[in-house]
């Protein structure tokens, strides 16, 4: 009789044993938090004309997650016809708040468009780079500036002085360049491949004048390997 006691006291004592051990001694779960990303822009960024899983900030997500990065769907402040000063009021009225891992801005053309001067562009442009930075928790490493598409090489904008469009558009992207040269952050010079548009017409969309998804998918080739590095 005795010894059937301590058998029972022995099993009974493994048996509280095992419930006692945490459930996340077998398996940790992950802690790892999804990055958040930022795309600041008009038009171009929030992809007229193209679905919304077309969209470059769209199509760059998908990319990242694709090489192992956990990252959310992209907040976009962005509308097309947008200048410097329009993103700019309409980021106060966003009040996004300060903690991205990636911040991008896409700005300009509608100031080209209007016959803003490139000096009143500068004067504006590096107050919006500096916001980027603040929403990137003012870590301008996690801050890159894409270049201004040239829509001279659209059927749009065949037809309307294409080599002012060129001169003026490159006028503008020299300004940006060289902000970012100065201080030291991400710039990425996409007008090549929009100058594209008429020898491949799958690269402009629907409308004539904005880039397809085609032409938003070749910008995020040309972008991703740094912006991993970015984002890591």
């Not at 790892?32 to 193209?50: P, Q, W």
């Not at 997650?65 to 329009?86: C, H, M, N, R, V």
């Not at 799958?202 to 032409?215: F, I, N, Q, W, Y």
């Amino acid at each position: 009789m005795k010894s059937i006691l301590i058998i029972i006291a022995s099993i009974l004592m493994v048996q509280c044993t095992k419930k006692n051990i945490p459930a996340s001694s077998d398996k940790e779960e992950s802690s790892e938090v999804a990055l958040k990303y930022l795309a600041l822009g008009d038009s171009y960024t929030i992809g007229e004309s193209v679905s919304s899983g077309e969209r470059w900030p769209v199509q760059l997500t998908e990319q990242l997650k694709s090489k192992g990065l956990e990252i959310s769907s992209p907040q976009i402040i962005a509308q097309t016809g947008w200048t410097t000063d329009e993103l700019d009021n309409a980021i106060n009225r966003a009040a996004p708040e300060k903690d991205f891992d990636l911040v991008s801005l896409l700005i300009g053309v509608n100031n080209q468009f209007r016959g803003r001067s490139v000096t009143d562009f500068k004067r504006e442009f590096e107050p919006l780079l500096d916001r980027a930075i603040a929403f990137a928790g003012g870590d301008k490493s996690k801050v890159f500036v894409v270049s201004i598409p040239d829509y001279g090489f659209t059927p749009f904008g065949k037809g309307r002085n294409p080599e002012k469009i060129a001169k003026e558009i490159d006028e503008y992207n020299q300004v940006q360049k060289d902000i970012c040269t100065a201080r030291n952050i991400a710039f990425f010079d996409i007008t090549p491949i929009s100058r594209e548009g008429l020898k491949d017409p799958e690269l402009v969309a629907g409308d004539g004048l904005h880039p397809s998804g085609k032409m938003y998918g070749l910008w995020v080739d040309l972008m991703l390997n740094d912006i991993l590095t970015l984002a890591k």
